[in-house]
């Protein structure tokens, strides 16, 4: 079973139609969330809110780096501005993967461990969009730690 998520493909969709980018995205187990070059969130599908304990209303007004989240590091430290998958991607202008998140749901009183991976799309040598998906590696964090 072929599990790569074409990330071009995925913003060409997005661009040329809607509809069935959410038919694409919107029942996938992973959270994906498409953000502007200023780090705002654009459009993202159930998963993503849902990982985090939210509305899709309350996802799309908080950027990736608001405080609210509380994110860690595995070690426990905070994950500063910089830090962020998204930040480094519209800084360097290449994906950052694999990076593990824990972040707390204020809303549930708990915290998920999420394995993040951000991509940059690129137009005229700019960010244009930024792509990130969540995954949900609770389980695998706890039995690790």
Not at 3 to 29: C, F, G, M, P, W
Not at 123 to 137: A, E, N, P, Q, Y
Request: with cysteine.
């Amino acid at each position: 079973m072929n599990t790569h998520l074409d990330i071009s493909e995925l913003d060409r969709t997005y661009q040329e139609d809607k509809e069935t980018y959410h038919k694409l995205v919107e029942n996938l187990a992973v959270g994906v969330g498409i953000y502007n070059a200023n780090a705002i969130p654009l459009e993202c599908n159930k998963a993503a809110f849902e990982l985090l304990g939210l509305s899709k209303e309350q996802f799309m007004g908080n950027t990736a780096m608001d405080a609210y989240w509380k994110v860690t590091h595995e070690d426990g430290r905070k994950f500063e501005t910089y830090d962020f998958p998204i930040i480094d991607v519209i800084t360097n202008y290449k994906p950052k993967l694999g990076v593990i998140m824990g972040v707390s749901r204020p809303l549930l009183n708990d915290k998920v461990w999420l394995e993040v991976n951000a991509h940059p799309i690129l137009l005229s040598g700019s960010i244009k969009h930024v792509i990130c998906t969540f995954k949900d590696v609770t389980d695998r964090f706890e039995v690790e730690t």
